[in-house]
Nanobody
Framework: QVQLVESGGGLVQPGGSLRLSCVAS????????MYWYRQAPGKERELVAG???????NYADSVKGRFTISRDNAKNTVYLQMNSLNPEDTAVYYC????????????WGKGTLVTVSS
């Protein structure tokens, strides 16, 4: 079975940094686009950043210049480096990817909580 597992969340003070990781495991032939989403309390899930298999990236306007998405294809891992965090970044962060494997399809991780507070 294919699964995605996020890690790296936690409590950080405003202005601080965190690095999230998401590892895909299971019967995987190839991973296409990978994404980070987040869902704040009482709000809908929103796209934070995405990266293609070739390394092209896109970001939500709210995180441009502060967050950086990257991936290590050899490790089936996507990262989200988050700098200059503010309380509005508090949310559960989810990894999403389209995986060619057994079975193929879109997969979600269970999320990792990021809390920005003094």
């Amino acid at each position: 079975q294919v699964q995605l597992v996020e890690s790296g969340g936690g409590l950080v003070q405003p202005g601080g940094s965190l690095r999230l990781s998401c590892v895909a495991s299971g019967s995987i032939r190839r991973i296409d686009d990978m994404y980070w989403y987040r869902q704040a309390p009482g709000k809908e899930r929103e796209l934070v950043a995405g990266i293609t298999s070739g390394g092209s990236t896109n970001y939500a306007d709210s995180v441009k210049g502060r967050f950086t998405i990257s991936r290590d294809n050899a490790k089936n891992t996507v990262y989200l480096q988050m700098n200059s965090l503010n309380p509005e970044d508090t949310a559960v962060y989810y990894c999403n990817a389209y995986i060619i494997g057994n079975p193929s399809g879109g997969y979600w991780g269970k999320g990792t909580l990021v809390t920005v507070s003094s």
